[in-house]
């Protein structure tokens, strides 16, 4: 059996909340001319690198994007993208609420501004289409996490599914 294997780009995301759980911090990423998620608002996060697990990935990322040191995080998911951007990568993304932290974040950093956001108000924001369909599992009452698996065409989800357990 000649079977491709996969070999995913393994990364973090994360969404901090507000202490009073109303706002998210979110980057918008302006600043890289180059950056194929130019334009849109992200959580924040990054590769995992070789010497970590996704956790410690997922702290260094909030530490070096935002200044905050992370005091609490839930895994909520799992999102696979295949086909995903310009560069039509496969990414394995773990997707974590950071509900506890210290510091003040930092107003940018090398993508972009970082500000709050109302998470009512986040349908308004310019972001990729996909994010729409598993944005509401991160924030919902629900305490299992989600694992999805998204296929993309240029800037279109072609589909989208996700399971819990």
């Not at 759980?21 to 980057?27: E, I, N, T």
């Not at 500000?115 to 729409?132: E, H, I, N, T």
Request: glycine share 10%; hydrophobic share 40%.
């Amino acid at each position: 059996m000649n079977a491709k294997i996969h070999r995913p780009i393994v990364g973090t995301l994360g969404y901090i909340l507000s202490p009073d759980r109303k706002s998210v911090l979110l980057v918008h990423r302006t600043f890289r001319e180059s950056d194929q998620n130019l334009g849109k608002f992200n959580g924040v996060g990054g590769k995992l690198e070789r010497n970590e697990d996704v956790a410690a990935c997922m702290v260094r990322e909030i530490r070096e994007e935002t200044g905050l040191a992370v005091t609490a995080m839930r895994l909520r998911g799992t999102v696979a993208w295949a086909d995903f951007g310009p560069r039509k990568e496969d990414w394995l993304g773990f997707v974590f609420l950071i509900d506890g932290f210290t510091g003040v974040p930092k107003a940018e950093n090398e993508e972009g501004t970082l500000a709050w956001w109302p998470l009512d108000s986040l349908g308004d924001l310019p972001m990729w289409k996909g994010d729409r369909h598993f944005l509401p599992l991160v924030f919902d009452g629900d305490e299992r996490p989600f694992h999805g698996y998204m296929r993309y065409e240029g800037d279109e989800p072609l589909d989208w599914s996700f399971s819990r357990f």
